[in-house]
């Protein structure tokens, strides 16, 4: 079983930024991805690293924005957020493993979620 836990969360005014971090308990080879999900909606794909090659993908919402990373040897990906806006706000969500395709994929593993709020 394959743990995953995040941080990184909190407060922050619109135009500010945060990071997050998501950490697995053991080192697996595979691909890596960060999800929203704001009050009354579905849950949605934010972003999305291949853990050997580093390819990224991003949702149109964040490009420019969001920068997706990972740290391999301490097995933790990062989500840098800048430029946050109000429509940001949300619980992020970690995941590891695709099932399909790295973005429209379902994932075999998640965390617990990070709140992430942002005020006008």
């Known amino acids: 079983q394959v743990q995953l836990v995040e941080s990184g969360g909190g407060l922050v005014q619109s135009g500010g930024s945060l990071r997050l971090t998501c950490v697995t308990s053991r080192r697996t080879v595979s691909s890596r991805a960060w999800f929203r999900q704001a009050p009354g909606k579905e849950r949605e794909f934010v972003a999305a690293?291949?853990?050997?090659?580093?390819?990224?993908y991003y949702a149109d919402s964040v490009k420019g924005r969001f920068t997706i990373s990972s740290d391999y040897a301490q097995n933790t990906m990062y989500l840098q957020m800048n430029s946050l806006k109000p429509e940001d706000t949300a619980v992020y969500y970690c995941a590891a493993q695709p099932q399909g395709n790295i973005m429209t994929g379902s994932y075999a593993y998640w965390g617990q979620g990070t709140q992430v709020t942002v005020s006008s």
């Open positions: 690293i291949t853990w050997t090659a580093g390819i990224t």
